[in-house]
T-cell receptor
């Protein structure tokens, strides 16, 4: 069965510093990986995805993610954090050619001024 | 283009009642998925519909059902409500099913008393 793990419930970072939100996955076959962000009282917003190709994926709002097949990881990164990046971040994997997403437990990112 | 809309946004029901939630996808999107979000269980997949056909169903009891209409609008129904059904129910749409990002609505907050 497909699964993703987000080992950190919360990540704290100072504004202007780089940030990393971790995600590891377990899939059979090729992984289709996604990052979504959720702001308070809102639905989820798509940030980026990895389907195939370059291991470094660039997404919205300056975020990027690095796919590492040997470590089965798909960590979300940003070179310089903003206070407005504070939100709940979800890593997800899809099952084949479907829209069924398996989500991680989420990581709350807190960026301090 | 208008985003995914969900109605109602908030709902309070009594245990034992039934409820119907509605989702209108982005114009032109044919795939609609539903997710339940709770503090304890996180984001869990409920259903996926594509062109009025249910393609996938999550591990929820038969009290949870859904359907999709010819205009791609979708409804989900929960019968015999239980306290544990209190959650944020999110709908997402995409143009095609699989490997591409989904667009989420703001959700319906259901409270069962």
């Amino acid at each position: 069965a497909q699964s993703v793990a987000q080992p950190e419930d919360q990540v704290n970072v100072a504004e202007g510093n780089p940030l990393t939100v971790k995600c590891t996955y377990s899939v059979s076959g090729n992984p289709y990986l996604f990052w979504y962000v959720q702001y308070p009282n809102r639905g989820l917003q798509f940030l980026l995805k990895y389907i195939t190709g370059d291991n470094l994926v660039k997404g919205s709002y300056g975020f990027e993610a690095e796919f590492n097949k040997s470590q089965t990881s798909f960590h979300l990164k940003k070179p310089s954090a903003l206070v407005s990046d504070s939100a709940l971040y979800f890593c997800a994997v899809s099952e084949g050619d479907t829209d069924k997403l398996i989500f991680g437990t989420g990581t709350r990112l807190q960026v301090f001024p | 283009k208008a985003g995914v809309t969900q109605t109602p946004r908030y709902l309070i029901k009594t245990r034992g009642q039934q409820v119907t939630l509605s989702c209108s996808p982005i114009s032109g999107h044919r795939s609609v998925s539903w997710y339940q979000q709770t503090p304890g269980q996180g984001l869990q997949f409920l259903f996926e519909y594509f062109s009025e056909t249910q393609r996938n169903k999550g591990n929820f009891p038969g009290r949870f059902s859904g359907r999709q209409f010819s205009n791609s609008r979708s409804e989900m129904n929960v019968s015999t409500l239980e306290l544990g059904d209190s959650a944020l129910y999110l709908c997402a749409s995409s143009p095609l099913a699989g490997r591409i990002e989904q667009y989420f609505g703001p959700g319906t907050r259901l409270t069962v008393t």
